[in-house]
């Protein structure tokens, strides 16, 4: 309210014309005793889309104070005291405009920073009698607030009539003993350890009174031990102390708690406790706290906790956690020890998994990245990676996707549920049967190929696809092979015989019912697994048999001597 902005431009006229004025553009109403201010006094003022607050200090100067309750300003001279005396008891009765008992009505004496809640309508408040004039706020969550003001403390007990709003936000249930836990809106105090260690008739107050007050500083013991008493969810500080933890409206400046902070609103500048900070809005600064941090708002600077941060708004920058990082909407940077989840994020750096509504940065994680809709630039994982459209880069050991626009995975086995996926059974001039698997986009594939024979070899390789017609496709396939000795898979140590190397290009027929077949040649190298290796030799005699690729992997093996060979493949594909 404060922050409205408005434009007054009044030459020598009455006070009450400027309060007319503002009232009109601000909808507002002010609340005063006409003594406070001079007679025949002539205002004139000129401003141009400035605050309410900065008009009011320049039309009210130094002498006179104010404060904002609901939409009520309430004047009053700074520091006007009568001679000291006695502290006297308010006590009155309220009642709803029907003429019934109303519970749970809070009474809070402006000036003096007192209330009070209505039990079976009747309080009493404590307030001293050395003020010039008394105002007083009744209010409830179903009915209009009201304020009273007095030139000096009532003897009597009062009657006060409150006016149901006309469409009723609240089902208000009656305040008995200390149980009014129901009629809680703002969520912060809905939290368990909110709850337990809050003094009920606080929280409750903190919600309903429509007060919100800054004060230079506060200090509190626990939250029931305050210098701001019942009322300290209405008042902002501009440096808060909590021996052991406090529970304010929000803090401009500098919050400590040995074990705890509790802010009904947000925080500009710095928040540190012990064990755990919790915020109804947003921070803007660094939150710490060696357990958890939470901010129901937005997050703009460093959240770090030992444990778990929670911002349920966005993260513009950064948060850092030994266990958990959640970010409600988009987050610029996360690191976490074992889990990161955003909206949107930039970077997401994790030690089990990161997980995000889509990805336009870096997810890097131990064991998985998931982002539902769209990876615009990198996972890696060790492991696995799932996304719905990828515009960038998967590396992991398996890499799913349903879509690839502009995109590549990279990884052991890459699946895109609408992009190229081919199991292939082909003979060549090592195997009668070699079988492989690849999966990818149209254009680039990851290929997992098994070959058996007297010599088994398993293999992982990358290909590539170019279709110039829609029968017809030109594929180059590069794939890296373990080459053992299978007659003697009994022993107890496989004997591996060396590493096979296969470039094969093959020219594809697309048949029927996602049937194909495939031929074309080959070029291999085979690299023995000897300590005496010296050189290549490539091995050009013409061959005397069709499959006379094993022959030469034997023969490179008992000569240790690397050798190359041209091959031949044909194949179907399904």
Request: proline fraction near 2%; hydrophobic fraction near 40%; aromatic fraction near 8%.
């Amino acid at each position: 309210m404060l922050d409205t902005k408005l434009s007054i431009n009044i030459n020598e006229q009455a006070i009450e014309a400027v309060f007319k004025e503002i009232e009109d553009q601000c909808e507002v109403r002010f609340a005063y005793n006409p003594s406070i201010f001079e007679e025949d006094k002539l205002v004139t003022i000129t401003v141009e889309n400035q605050t309410l607050e900065y008009v009011l200090n320049q039309i009210l100067g130094k002498d006179i104070t104010y404060k904002l309750v609901g939409k009520h300003l309430v004047l009053q001279l700074r520091n006007a005291k009568q001679e000291k005396g006695k502290s006297d008891a308010l006590k009155g009765t309220v009642f709803d405009d029907e003429g019934n008992l109303l519970d749970g009505a809070i009474v809070f004496s402006l000036y003096q920073n007192k209330s009070t809640i209505s039990n079976n309508g009747a309080f009493s408040l404590k307030i001293k009698n050395d003020l010039a004039s008394y105002d007083i706020s009744i209010s409830h969550p179903n009915f209009k607030d009201t304020l009273l003001h007095f030139t000096q403390a009532p003897e009597d007990a009062i009657n006060v009539y409150l006016t149901r709003f006309e469409k009723d936000t609240l089902q208000f249930q009656k305040f008995e003993n200390k149980s009014i836990s129901k009629l809680d809106v703002k969520p912060i105090n809905n939290i368990g350890i909110v709850d337990f260690v809050v003094p009920e008739k606080k929280r409750y107050i903190s919600s309903y009174l429509p007060l919100l007050e800054t004060v230079p500083g506060q200090v509190s013991v626990i939250p029931s031990v305050s210098t701001n008493a019942l009322h300290s969810g209405t008042v902002k500080s501009k440096i808060s102390l909590n021996v052991l933890g406090g529970y304010t409206a929000g803090v401009d400046g500098i919050e400590l708690g040995g074990l705890f902070n509790i802010n009904l609103g947000g925080v500009n500048g710095l928040q540190a406790a012990g064990l755990f900070n919790i915020l109804g809005e947003s921070v803007n600064g660094l939150q710490t706290s060696g357990i958890y941090n939470l901010s129901q708002g937005n997050m703009r600077g460093l959240q770090a906790a030992g444990v778990v941060n929670t911002t349920l708004g966005k993260v513009d920058g950064m948060q850092v956690s030994g266990l958990l990082s959640y970010a409600g909407s988009d987050a610029n940077i996360q690191i976490s020890g074992l889990q990161s989840v955003a909206k949107n994020n930039s970077i997401q750096v994790s030690g089990l998994g990161n997980t995000s509504k889509s990805t336009k940065g870096v997810q890097i994680a131990g064991v998985y990245n998931i982002a539902d809709s769209l990876a615009n630039g990198i996972q890696v994982s060790g492991v696995f990676n799932k996304t719905k459209v990828l515009k960038g880069l998967q590396v992991g050991l398996v890499n799913y996707s349903d879509t690839i626009e502009n995109g590549l995975p990279i990884g052991l086995v890459n699946i895109t549920r609408k992009g190229y996926q081919r199991l292939q059974i082909e003979t060549n001039e090592l195997y009668y049967a070699d079988l492989a698997l690849k999966t990818g986009s149209e254009h680039i594939y990851s290929i997992l190929k098994v070959g058996a024979g007297s010599i088994s070899d398993v293999g992982f390789g990358i290909g590539f696809q170019s279709s110039p017609y829609k029968t017809v496709a030109l594929n180059l396939d590069m794939v890296a092979s373990a080459a053992f000795d299978t007659e003697r898979i009994n022993e107890a140590n496989l004997p591996f015989y060396g590493g096979l190397f296969k470039t094969s290009l093959s020219l594809g027929f697309n048949l029927r019912n996602g049937m194909g077949c495939y031929l074309g040649p080959s070029f291999n190298i085979f690299v023995p697994n000897s300590k005496d290796l010296s050189h290549l030799e490539f091995h050009g005699a013409i061959p005397e048999e069709l499959y006379y690729g094993q022959h030469i992997i034997q023969s490179s093996y008992q000569d240790g001597v690397a050798k190359a060979w041209l091959g031949w493949q044909f194949g179907l594909r399904f």
